[in-house]
């Protein structure tokens, strides 16, 4: 075989390099929707649920009010439950997009968060709950993605 000849056969084309860019759909819809849509669709049910609760037992219902919005249990499992789901949508859109995981599980926070910010003032009069929100969304979504991105080493 001389080595300055062609080869006799034709040589298997190399694979596409994957893409390195960001990806913006699998964020957007795996992982901000996710979080920012199941967090208000599972605090909505825990409401209704405990002022269903609270109406069965005879409370009124500027009392069931007042206890919805400062309630610490009340408080304390809407935002786990709210954390829970930022976790959840970090990891799924680091998983949709397939690459650079923490980097997109990070932007699903960010702009879950973005989405979320009216809502967040609006929610407690308890000013520490909406801080903590606010500082652990997108840290809580990035470890989604690393989760991701652990399962797929």
Same mark, same amino acid.
């Given at each position: 075989?001389? +080595? %300055? *000849? +062609?080869?006799? /056969?034709?040589? $298997? *084309?190399?694979? $596409?390099?994957?893409? !390195? @860019? ?43 009010? !007042?206890?919805?919005?400062?309630? $610490? &249990?009340?408080?304390?499992?809407? %935002? ?5 789901? /930022?976790?959840?949508?970090? %990891?799924?859109?680091? @998983? ?21 910010? +009216?809502?967040?003032?609006?929610? /407690? $009069?308890?000013?520490?709950?909406? %801080? ?6 997108? +840290? ?6 690393? &989760? ?6």
């Amino acid at each position: 075989m001389n +080595p %300055y *000849e +062609p080869p006799a /056969t034709a040589l $298997p *084309e190399p694979a $596409p390099a994957a893409s !390195k @860019r960001f990806r913006f759909v699998p964020v957007l819809v795996g992982g901000a929707l996710i979080d920012f849509l199941g967090t208000n669709v599972v605090g909505f049910i825990l409401a209704s649920v405990v002022a269903a609760v609270l109406l069965a037992q005879g409370v009124s219902g500027g009392e069931v009010e !007042k206890d919805l919005t400062t309630n $610490p &249990l009340l408080l304390a499992a809407s %935002y786990g439950l709210g954390a829970g789901l /930022t976790l959840l949508g970090g %990891y799924v859109a680091a @998983r949709w997009a397939g690459l650079r995981f923490v980097l997109h599980g990070a932007a699903a926070g960010a702009l879950s968060l973005a989405l979320g910010l +009216p809502f967040l003032f609006m929610a /407690t $009069p308890w000013d520490w709950f909406v %801080y903590v929100g606010l500082t652990i969304q997108v +840290p809580l979504a990035a470890a989604g993605g690393w &989760l991701a991105a652990r399962r797929v080493a």
